[in-house]
């Protein structure tokens, strides 16, 4: 079957399953059906398809739904709207992390108070080890540099 044959063929289904077919495209089409019963098949099977979609209603998102999709897209610009997302998912969470920073700064400084090493008030806060050149040169490890 050569490309434009396939291409009519094509055309002429698309017609009927829209039902505008001209007196000539149906007599194009009725000759096609009867030397292909794989046609005729796979016309049914697209009425039938047809049929179904048409009997779907989608109901799930309710009334005017993308209308209302299209004017928030429409009135927003996108950095804004990118921004007040961000903004919205971090004031969820902002408090629980202050309370969360300052009980563990808290905890660091009174931990350390209480072992009784002196740092820095920095180090403290962090909860870091105090870091001499003796402690570095000792957690060297000269063979990778070889």
Known sequence: MTKTMKGEREFLLQRALDGVLTAEEKRRLAILLEESPALRLELER???????IKECTENSFGPFFSSRVMSRI????????????LAWLFRRVAVAAIVLIVALTAYNISSQQAL????SPLEAALGLPPVTVSMSIANLNFTDTL
């Open 74 to 85: 429409r009135s927003s610009d996108a950095e804004d709207s990118f921004a007040q997302a």
């Open 46 to 52: 697209a009425r039938q398809l047809r049929a179904l």
């Open 116 to 119: 009784g090493n002196h740092r």
